[in-house]
T-cell receptor, first 109, second 114 residues
Framework: KNQVEQSPQSLIILEGKNCTLQ??????????LRWYKQDTGRGPVSLTI?????NTKSNGRYTATLDADTKQSSLHITASQLSDSASYIC????????FGAGTTVTVRA | EAGVAQSPRYKIIEKRQSVAFWCNPI?????LYWYQQILGQGPKLLIQ????????DSQLPKDRFSAERLKGVDSTLKIQPAKLEDSAVYLC????????????FGSGTRLTVV
């Protein structure tokens, strides 16, 4: 069983709307939790990195939250743009990186 | 700063053929990783190098996959012979000395085995 589970698998939203992606993990303890954005045909690019003691981290319109008690993280995208269409991957680092399967976001005009 | 360079970007081969991928990490990065990313899945680590030594190759299918980093800089990943299930994106990443220090992915090589 994968130690990092993401939901939903995919979602479609209209341009300008907000959305929230979920990440549940079993890795514990861990050094940091990361969210990556992967455009089609490209490698993943880091959006946020949070240590276990941080609750929230923002990068422009992207805001990640972390609840270490419930072992959950979320990535909130505000005022979505067409360029936000991508796969978003949650990654937990203890002594190695554990990758989720990703959530594919499609933003439509 | 130049990123992680990978080539080729795309490759289509027939099953049972051989293929090689090349990765040039960011200058000064001692750690290099090869991942396999099957469509709809997250990356799976195939092999991790520290300079020119192997740190982890526990998930590398050694009967058909091989990788080397002879001078501790660039690296090649080879598949021989390829199977249909090897169709995936092969990602290379590098970092200064572990995933917490400048960890960066390349754009990947998309392999299609027909």
């Amino acid at each position: 069983k994968n130690q990092v589970e993401q939901s939903p698998q995919s979602l479609i939203i209209l341009e300008g709307k907000n959305c929230t992606l979920q990440c549940n993990y079993t890795v514990s303890p861990f050094s940091n939790l990361r969210w990556y954005k992967q455009d089609t045909g490209r490698g993943p690019v880091s959006l946020t990195i949070m240590t276990f003691s941080e609750n929230t981290k923002s990068n422009g319109r992207y805001t990640a939250t972390l609840d270490a008690d419930t072992k959950q993280s979320s990535l909130h995208i505000t005022a979505s743009q067409l360029s936000d269409s991508a796969s978003y991957i949650c990654v937990v680092f203890d002594y190695k990186l554990s990758f989720g399967a990703g959530t594919t976001v499609t933003v439509r005009a | 700063e130049a990123g992680v360079a990978q080539s080729p970007r795309y490759k289509i081969i027939e099953k049972r053929q051989s293929v090689a991928f090349w990765c040039n990490p960011i200058s000064g990065h001692a750690t290099l990783y090869w991942y396999q990313q099957i469509l709809g899945q997250g990356p799976k680590l195939l092999i991790q190098f520290q300079n020119n030594g192997v740190v982890d190759d526990s998930q590398l299918p050694k009967d058909r996959f091989s990788a080397e980093r002879l001078k501790g800089v660039d690296s090649t990943l080879k598949i021989q012979p390829a199977k249909l299930e090897d169709s995936a994106v092969y990602l290379c990443a590098s970092s200064l000395r572990g995933p917490n220090y400048g960890y960066t992915f390349g754009s990947g090589t998309r392999l299609t085995v027909v």
